[in-house]
Every structure is written in structure tokens, then in C-alpha cells.
């Protein structure tokens, strides 16, 4: 079981998202889950949410759609208020890797608010654009290797044609 510190906007919906996102964790993978602990708020209208999963391929991707759906819900919001997230392309961000052990999975305004995110941050954040844009793409996960410490994935961002993008590597990840 690994616990993972979602950064979410304070408001309805991102809590909305994670609460219906904890409560098929649970029914998907009953008895593997730990616990979700809400925590109060944090700097920029932010909170943070720890949610305690199985290392599963399928518990991170139901994490990955809820924190591209947050993202969605969060760049759609400061548009319509005139304050848009700028592209994951457009230089205000940079890949910067976790330490082993540690999970913050970023929305867009923990991401921006830092300028730096790892692989799911970003890829997340991408998805989200992409699909604000009308391309049905989604964040995924891929295998890259297994030692005595643990799994090791890395996330991407599916296109509708099968394509995968990694957006990661232009952000400074060395492949």
C-alpha cells in the first residue's frame, strides 16, 4: 500500500471527484485499501487529501482520471474568470522527479503555484488540456521496472489514435 497526497483546489467539485474516485478504489479492490484523510487547507486555496492504495495498476489509473478530471474542472473555472493556465509547453514548467517514497500528485494550481511536477502532474495537466481542447486523450501508466524497493511506473498522455506523448521529456526528464 502506498499513500498518495493529492493537492487539490478547495471547493466542491475537486472534493466531489476524490470522494466518488475513494469510494471505487474501495469497491474495486476490497480490503486492499487503507484510508483516506482529508487534511485542512493549505497555502493558495489549496488542500491536501491522502488517499492509501494498492500498488495496482488499475488504483492508479482511476487516481490518474480523478486528477485529470479535477484538472479539467480547475483550467475550465480560471478561464471563464479570465486567469487561464498557461500550456505544460509554454515555459513555466519543469520536470522535477519525487524523492522514492514520497507521492504528491499536483492539481494545474499546485503545479503552476510550484513550476515543477513530476510525470503525473504533468501528464495529467497535458490530458486535460488535450481534452479542453476537444481530443479525448488520457493520462496512463507505464511499466518501467520492478526492484526489492518497489514498482516503478511512469505516466503518459494517450491520444485517441493510440499515440502516446511524453511530455515529461520536454519538460527536462532525461529518457
Keep these: ?19 466518488d474516485t475513494w469510494r471505487w478504489l474501495r469497491e474495486s479492490f476490497p480490503g486492499e485499501c487503507g484510508r483516506m484523510i482529508e487534511e485542512s487547507p493549505v497555502d493558495g486555496g489549496l488542500y491536501r487529501a491522502t488517499l492509501e492504495i494498492p500498488v495496482r495498476e488499475g488504483a492508479y489509473l482511476l487516481l490518474l482520471d480523478a486528477l485529470t478530471a479535477i484538472n479539467v474542472w480547475t483550467r475550465e473555472r480560471a478561464s471563464i474568470h479570465g486567469y487561464p493556465f498557461p500550456s505544460v509547453y509554454d515555459g513555466a514548467l519543469t520536470y522535477e522527479q519525487e524523492p522514492p517514497g514520497f507521492e504528491i500528485w499536483a492539481t494545474t494550481p499546485a503545479l503552476y503555484a510550484r513550476g515543477v511536477g513530476d510525470c503525473e502532474d504533468i501528464a495529467a495537466d497535458r490530458a486535460a488540456e488535450l481534452q479542453l481542447a476537444g481530443i479525448p486523450a488520457r493520462a496512463v501508466i507505464r511499466l518501467e521496472h520492478r526492484t526489492a524497493e518497489g514498482t516503478f511506473w511512469h505516466v503518459l498522455v494517450k491520444h485517441p489514435d493510440g499515440t502516446l506523448e511524453d511530455p515529461c521529456i520536454a519538460l527536462g526528464m532525461r529518457s
Excluded: K, S, W
Design 1 to 19: 500500500m502506498i499513500p498518495i497526497v493529492f493537492e487539490v483546489p478547495a471547493g466542491p467539485v475537486p472534493r466531489e471527484v476524490l470522494a
